[in-house]
């Protein structure tokens, strides 16, 4: 008898602070959060409808972003 195919469970990316993410890149928090609002890709915020906005980051997304030429600062 066969037996299915097991696939491995799929590794998420754990979600970064701003403190972590801005360090990551190598800028100010202040910066990295300028850029979120406006709209850098790799920058989730938690409740969208929140007029103050706590922003999370995937480090992967934002490294890519920077990659393709985005302007830091």
């Given at each position: 008898m066969e037996h299915p195919s097991i696939d491995?469970?799929?590794?998420l990316e754990p979600f970064v602070s701003a403190d972590?993410?801005?360090?990551?890149?190598?800028?100010?928090r202040r910066e990295l959060l300028a850029m979120a609002r406006r709209g850098v890709r790799g920058a989730y915020p938690l409740d969208p409808t929140r007029?103050?906005?706590?922003?999370?980051?995937?480090?992967?997304?934002?490294?890519?972003?920077?990659?393709?030429?985005?302007?830091?600062?």
């Open positions: 491995p469970p799929v590794q972590e993410a801005a360090r990551f890149v190598s800028v100010t007029k103050r906005k706590t922003w999370v980051f995937l480090l992967s997304e934002l490294a890519a972003a920077i990659k393709s030429g985005i302007k830091i600062a």
